[in-house]
T-cell receptor, first 115, second 113 residues
Framework: DTGVSQNPRHKITKRGQNVTFRCDPI?????LYWYRQTLGQGPEFLTY????????KSRLLSDRFSAERPKGSFSTLEIQRTEQGDSAMYLC?????????????FGSGTRLTVV | AQSVTQLDSHVSVSEGTPVLLRCNYS??????LFWYVQHPNKGLQLLLK??????LVKGINGFEAEFKKSETSFHLTKPSAHMSDAAEYFC???????????FGTGTSLTVIP
């Protein structure tokens, strides 16, 4: 296990299309997080999972966004009817349970460009 | 509420000179504090963390940071900059309740040869 893996690395889509990103966390990590980073800003929290349960969602996560982690392993983040404002880097991170203070391990991210 | 303020959006230093990246935090609880580094087209890498143990924290690549509660600061330092240190640096706070990390807006470090 070499870390957190995200696919695709880059995605260009037309406005109004749906897109789905995948994150494979470190296998023994129970917690999985999604963050969004826009140009010139720090990452902002979107949502997190403890195993398969989605326990917290940010107000940034509009109705067009949905995240799943069906078997408590990999996770998907879907954006429906994309808008130009959705263009950003989408980062996934994982951590062991009860080890929040240890910090997350981040993936390299998926860069979304909506044209 | 938790937040961090990175006081400089951009810092330039000459190779071999000291690095100082400044961070002030706000937290309603005893915080955990982190510094992450992001190289171009790479993921965020944890440099170091403070979790209520020693106030002077040593990290990877010669970086260290000192937690000063009275000043609500967690500045990142390195005695001698290397060209490979050029990157974006983020100060991060996490409260002991809740599950979010709160990132600062980042400091871009340029190292001049």
């Amino acid at each position: 296990d070499t870390g957190v893996s995200q696919n695709p690395r880059h995605k260009i889509t037309k406005r109004g299309q749906n897109v789905t990103f995948r994150c494979d966390p470190i296998s023994e990590h129970n917690r999985l997080y999604w963050y969004r980073q826009t140009l010139g800003q720090g990452p902002e929290f979107l949502t997190y999972f403890q195993n398969e349960a989605q326990l917290e969602k940010s107000r940034l996560l509009s109705d067009r966004f949905s995240a799943e982690r069906p078997k408590g392993s990999f996770s998907t983040l879907e954006i429906q009817r994309t808008e130009q404002g959705d263009s950003a880097m989408y980062l996934c991170a994982s951590s062991p349970t009860f080890e929040r203070a240890e910090g997350y391990t981040f993936g390299s991210g998926t860069r979304l460009t909506v044209v | 509420a938790q937040s961090v303020t990175q006081l400089d959006s951009h810092v330039s230093v000459s190779e071999g000179t000291p690095v100082l990246l400044r961070c002030n935090y706000s937290s309603s609880y005893s915080p955990s504090l982190f510094w992450y580094v992001q190289h171009p087209n790479k993921g965020l890498q944890l440099l170091l963390k403070y979790t209520s143990a020693a106030t002077l924290v040593k990290g990877i690549n010669g970086f260290e940071a000192e937690f000063k509660k009275s000043e609500t600061s967690f500045h990142l330092t390195k005695p001698s900059a290397h060209m490979s240190d050029a990157a974006e640096y983020f100060c991060v706070v996490s409260a002991n309740t809740g599950n979010q990390f709160y990132f600062g807006t980042g400091t871009s470090l340029t190292v001049i040869p």
